[in-house]
């Protein structure tokens, strides 16, 4: 079954606008990451925050962590038209290796 | 180097049909994943191999899937008896340790289609 879900399932922002997307999970991890697709084939990897970390950036990417609320937040900020992507949270657990992945929030950016 | 190589691109067969889909992992990475894809979807885990550890199976749908990796490189996925229910985007991925420690790297997928 899968551990994250996320929301919201799409998101349509104008260019220079902050897109915010939420993925939430049930069981406890060892580190969560973020992934962008781009036309339904390879993902990209683009963030990864440990459980013991609140927050991380790189680049205009900015991930929260709530290990509390077994939610977190990846926020892009001044957005571009190349940013539309489908962008997937996946959780690697305390216990075991494999990467388990949400549903993705489909993010356009229009011009 | 050279990236997660995964062939055939584009595999269409017919129902009832085997097929075998190949994933050649980032040299060196230990850990190899492969997902399913369907159209609109998310990623569902199929198989995890780590090292010479027994691999995680447990989100093979049926029995008509299988997968091996041999030598600790290539992998082979193999789906017997096709439906069409199959159809999907089969993507892999390695990583360079295992426990999910780091990141996973994908190849292009290969995008199977039952007829």
């Known amino acids: 079954s899968q551990q994250g879900e996320e929301d919201p399932q799409a998101l349509s922002i104008q260019e220079g606008e902050n897109a915010t997307m939420n993925c939430s999970y049930k069981?406890?991890?060892?580190?969560l990451q973020w992934y962008r697709q781009n036309s339904g084939r390879g993902l990209v990897h683009l963030i990864l925050?440990?459980?013991?970390?609140r927050e991380k950036h790189s680049g205009r990417l900015r991930v929260t962590l709530d290990t509390s609320k077994k939610s977190s937040s990846l926020l892009i900020t001044a957005s571009r038209a190349a940013d539309t992507a489908s962008y997937f949270c996946?959780?690697?657990?305390?216990?075991?290796?494999?990467?388990?992945f949400g549903q993705g929030t489909e993010l356009s950016v229009k011009p | 180097g050279a990236g997660v190589s995964q062939s055939p691109s584009n595999k269409v067969t017919e129902k009832g049909k085997d097929v075998e889909l190949r994933c050649d992992p980032i040299?060196?990475?230990?850990?190899l994943y492969w997902y399913r894809q369907s159209l609109g979807q998310g990623l569902e885990f199929l198989i995890y191999?780590?090292?010479?550890?027994?691999?995680?199976k447990s989100g093979l749908p049926s029995d008509r899937f299988s997968a091996e990796r041999t030598g600790g490189s290539v992998s082979t996925l193999t789906i017997q008896r096709t439906q069409q229910e199959d159809s999907a985007v089969y993507l892999c991925?390695?990583?360079?340790?295992?426990?999910?420690?780091?990141?996973?790297?994908f190849g292009q997928g290969t995008r199977l289609t039952v007829v």
């Open positions: 925050i440990r459980s013991n970390e």
């Open positions: 991925a390695s990583s360079p340790r295992g426990e999910g420690n780091t990141e996973a790297f």
């Open positions: 069981t406890s991890i060892n580190n």
């Open positions: 040299s060196g990475h230990t850990a």
């Open positions: 996946a959780t690697a657990g305390v216990q075991g290796g494999k990467l388990i």
């Open positions: 191999f780590q090292g010479n550890s027994a691999p995680d």
